[in-house]
């Protein structure tokens, strides 16, 4: 009796040929998933072919995809490392081959990749209702930490002063993108989001706000205001990564970002809160953020989050 060839051939490296599959598989795999979470109608967007190029770029070697008999894609997991941090997502797989044991491979395959990088923090992120990807996940090892809390607020339509951004650097570009580097090898040593900055400049996606103290860097915040989702306009600057020396300097650096925003001319501002940081997330309801959002932080036993001793330090672990 013939059988198809339920085969799979993978990972390869996945490419910018690629998201157009890409983008079929993220938004077919997440509104199956919503709907099997009982929001039956919701239909996930396909992302911003910008954005895809940001994941692609930023995960480099670890942005893997995998393939059937017929060449067509079946999954993929987007792998990333910044210095010791390691993290995945977006990941899914094609809902048509879901059970079949995929899902595990590719995410021991991610785990695998960023133990050969050298990564002391390895995790993802999920929705904590799906507690079906909770039981799925801890099977592979991995265990619940802290809830990641998104908080949005609207940009005022008027505000006073300007903020000092990485792009207008020019020549000086290397000298500041070597200060961010500093900054956070003294925040938390070991990680370094300087491919990050660089690659949302050179794609013109974003920015990066800087505060100072005299001539001293003291903060920044990676954003991106590139919308996330195709053919939808430009109306949130989104905060992907935040270094400030010390705690005080947490509120100083967000009304930095607000003034991003106004000068970018999109409505709202969001940051994405590891709870674990309590004191800048209760700053930030006081500023008049309200929460939005809230995905559960995994990590993989023995690779831990590390936290830092004075400053703080936020990594959005999504695209």
Not at 45 to 54: C, D, E, G, K, S
Not at 95 to 102: S, V, W
């Amino acid at each position: 009796m013939w059988r198809p060839d339920r085969s799979v051939r993978g990972p390869h490296r996945a490419t910018q040929r690629d998201i157009d599959s890409l983008n079929r598989v993220f938004a077919e795999a997440f509104t199956d998933r919503y709907s099997r979470d009982g929001l039956v109608g919701v239909r996930v967007p396909q992302l911003n072919t910008v954005v895809w190029r940001y994941a692609l770029e930023d995960a480099g070697e670890g942005s893997m995809v995998w393939r059937d008999a017929d060449g067509q894609m079946v999954a993929f997991n987007m792998v990333h490392r910044s210095g010791s941090e390691g993290w995945m997502g977006p990941l899914a797989v094609r809902p048509d081959r879901q059970g079949e044991g995929l899902g595990s491979s590719m995410v021991r395959t991610g785990i695998e990749w960023l133990r050969s990088q050298g990564a002391t923090t390895i995790g993802l992120e999920t929705m904590p209702r799906t507690v079906d990807n909770i039981g799925f996940y801890s099977r592979i090892g991995l265990v619940p930490g802290h809830l990641t809390v998104t908080l949005v607020r609207d940009v005022p339509r008027r505000s006073v002063g300007t903020a000092e951004l990485l792009s207008a650097a020019g020549s000086a570009f290397p000298e500041r993108l070597e200060e961010c580097r500093r900054l956070t090898e003294q925040v938390l040593p070991g990680v370094d989001f300087t491919r990050e900055l660089a690659l949302t400049r050179d794609l013109g996606i974003g920015d990066t706000t800087l505060t100072r103290e005299g001539q001293a860097l003291t903060g920044f915040a990676l954003w991106h205001s590139t919308p996330l989702a195709a053919a939808r306009p430009k109306d949130e600057l989104r905060v992907l990564k935040l270094v400030t020396a010390t705690p005080d300097g947490f509120e100083r650096l967000m009304q930095a970002v607000q003034l991003s925003a106004t000068a970018e001319r999109v409505n709202r501002v969001a940051i994405r809160c590891q709870s674990e940081f309590a004191d800048a997330y209760l700053k930030l309801i006081q500023l008049g953020y309200r929460v939005h959002w809230t995905d559960l932080r995994m990590l993989l036993q023995g690779y831990p989050q590390r936290l830092p001793g004075g400053g703080v330090l936020m990594s959005n672990w999504e695209i």
